[in-house]
T-cell receptor
Framework: QKEVEQNSGPLSVPEGAIASLNCTYSDRVSQSFFWYRQYSGKSPELIMSIYSNGDKEDGRFTAQLNKASQYVSLLIRDSQPSDSATYLCAGLKAAGNKLTFGGGTRVLVKP | GAGVSQTPSNKVTEKGKYVELRCDPISGHTALYWYRQSLGQGPEFLIYFQGTGAADDSGLPNDRFFAVRPEGSVSTLKIQRTERGDSAVYLC???????????FGPGTRLTVL
C-alpha cells in the first residue's frame, strides 16, 4: 500500500459546483497534511494545511481530516475554470521532515 | 518577498554527462528540500538539509546523486553519469524550520538524451 493515495481522475465538475477530492494515508504519514495545487508545467502551490481532526475553511476551500479513518479531503466550492489543475495531497509524519505525496487528482472545471 | 528560485529552468544533457542544479531558498529558511517529479506523478523526496548539513538523504536513488549546501543557504544538486531515467522535474522547497510549510520553487526540467 502506498503511503498516500489519491484517485488520479480526471474529476470533471461544472462551473459553480462543489469539487470533492479525497486522499487516504497509511500510519507512516500521520501528523500533518497539506493540499497543493499544481497547474500544468508549474510547481506545487500550497492551498491548505490541516493538523487536527475536523474541518478547516479558507475562502472557497475546506479541508477535512479524519485520523480514525485515515483520510483527508478537500472541497472546492463554487468551482471556477481557473481551479482546473492537479491537486496533490501530502502528509508529514511526526518529527518528520519530508513530505510524502499522493499521485495527484486532476480536476477539470467546465464552463 | 522573493520566493524559492531555481536555475536553470531547463537543462538538456547527454547520457553520461555531469549536471548541477541550483536552488536559492527563501531568505531566512533554514530547511531546504529536494524532490523529483516524473510526469503524472507526485513529487518524491530526495534529500533534506537543516542548515549546512544533510539531515536526511534517504531519498537519493543511488551514489550518482549528491547535494551540498555549504553556507546554509544556496544548495546544489549534482548528478554524475546521467542516465535517461534521470529525466524529470527537480523541485526545491524551503521552510522556516523542519515541520513548517514547505514552499516550492519553479523547478528544473532535466532531459537526458
Amino acid at each position: 500500500q502506498k503511503e498516500v493515495e489519491q484517485n488520479s481522475g480526471p474529476l470533471s465538475v461544472p462551473e459553480g459546483a462543489i469539487a470533492s477530492l479525497n486522499c487516504t494515508y497509511s500510519d507512516r504519514v500521520s501528523q500533518s497534511f497539506f493540499w497543493y495545487r499544481q497547474y500544468s508545467g508549474k510547481s506545487p502551490e500550497l492551498i491548505m494545511s490541516i493538523y487536527s481532526n475536523g474541518d478547516k475553511e479558507d475562502g472557497r476551500f475546506t479541508a477535512q481530516l479524519n485520523k480514525a479513518s485515515q483520510y483527508v479531503s478537500l472541497l472546492i466550492r463554487d468551482s471556477q475554470p481557473s481551479d482546473s489543475a492537479t491537486y496533490l495531497c501530502a502528509g508529514l509524519k511526526a518529527a518528520g521532515n519530508k513530505l510524502t505525496f499522493g499521485g495527484g487528482t486532476r480536476v477539470l472545471v467546465k464552463p | 518577498g522573493a520566493g524559492v528560485s531555481q536555475t536553470p529552468s531547463n537543462k538538456v544533457t547527454e547520457k553520461g554527462k555531469y549536471v548541477e542544479l541550483r536552488c536559492d531558498p527563501i531568505s531566512g529558511h533554514t530547511a531546504l528540500y529536494w524532490y523529483r517529479q516524473s510526469l503524472g506523478q507526485g513529487p518524491e523526496f530526495l534529500i533534506y538539509f537543516q542548515g549546512t548539513g544533510a539531515a536526511d538523504d534517504s531519498g537519493l536513488p543511488n551514489d550518482r546523486f549528491f547535494a551540498v549546501r555549504p553556507e546554509g543557504s544556496v544548495s546544489t544538486l549534482k548528478i554524475q553519469r546521467t542516465e535517461r531515467g534521470d529525466s524529470a522535474v527537480y523541485l526545491c522547497a524551503s521552510s522556516l524550520s523542519r515541520e513548517d510549510t514547505q514552499y516550492f520553487g519553479p523547478g528544473t526540467r532535466l532531459t537526458v538524451l
